[in-house]
């Protein structure tokens, strides 16, 4: 399972199927204000289909490690944003200096505590001072169903945490950090933690 999501047009019909898609489009539309003429960096784009649902006339700038990835954003989404395949770090920073917002979707928990840490402070330093990163990730939660501990606990990310593992990780670096958790947002049953972070 974990192989065959490594192909981008398989990862997208698993997160379409799942609903775990459409929570990231309802997410960004509950707690991320995005006006046209705004510069956002999506760091961990993945193939890129969250372009499509972001409004028209935002400066778009999508990361992401995995070459597949990038090359399949590029092809599909070229025309609307821009693609590179290489780690968001402090040159990457120092280069695209004065984002609006920097979103990370479905990424936190595939970092550890130290590197995400170095990589927060990269972000602290590419966002304008009253620029924002939007974040979202599966978390763990007392009580949650067993299906979405199921998947947590079988997820590609190793570092999946609760909702004070995210929180501590992001005030390290942020000084103003609002965590919302909600689990009505998927199809499947799933637990999401949505961070709003700002300097
Ligand atoms: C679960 S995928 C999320 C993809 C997409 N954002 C989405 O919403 O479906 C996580 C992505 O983060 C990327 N990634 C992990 N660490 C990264 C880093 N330091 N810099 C850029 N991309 C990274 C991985 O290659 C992977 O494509």
């Not at 379409?16 to 509950?30: C, D, L, M, Q, V």
């Not at 390290?172 to 999401?192: E, G, M, N």
Request: glycine share 10%.
């Amino acid at each position: 399972m974990k192989a065959i999501l490594n192909h981008p047009a398989l990862y997208q019909a698993y997160q379409n199927a799942g609903g775990f898609f459409g929570a990231r489009i309802k997410a960004i539309a509950e707690y991320l204000t995005l006006r046209p003429g705004m510069r956002v960096i999506d760091i961990g784009c993945g193939p890129g289909y969250i372009l499509r649902h972001l409004p028209d006339g935002i400066d778009y700038t999508g990361f992401d490690i995995d070459e597949a990835y990038i090359a399949h954003a590029q092809r599909s989404f070229g025309h609307l944003g821009t693609f590179h395949c290489r780690r968001f770090d402090a040159a990457a920073a120092k280069e695209f200096a004065g984002a609006d917002v920097v979103m990370m979707n479905g990424v936190l928990h595939h970092v550890g505590d130290d590197e995400l840490k170095t990589t927060l402070a990269d972000i602290r330093d590419v966002l304008k001072s009253d620029g924002v990163l939007f974040t979202l990730d599966g978390c763990y939660q007392e009580g949650q169903s067993r299906i979405a501990k199921w998947l947590l606990d079988n997820d590609r990310g190793e570092f999946v945490r609760d909702r004070s593992g995210y929180d501590r990780v992001l005030r390290d670096i942020f000084a103003k950090v609002q965590l919302a958790i909600r689990d009505d947002y998927s199809r499947v049953p799933y637990t999401f933690v949505i961070g709003v972070s700002q300097k």
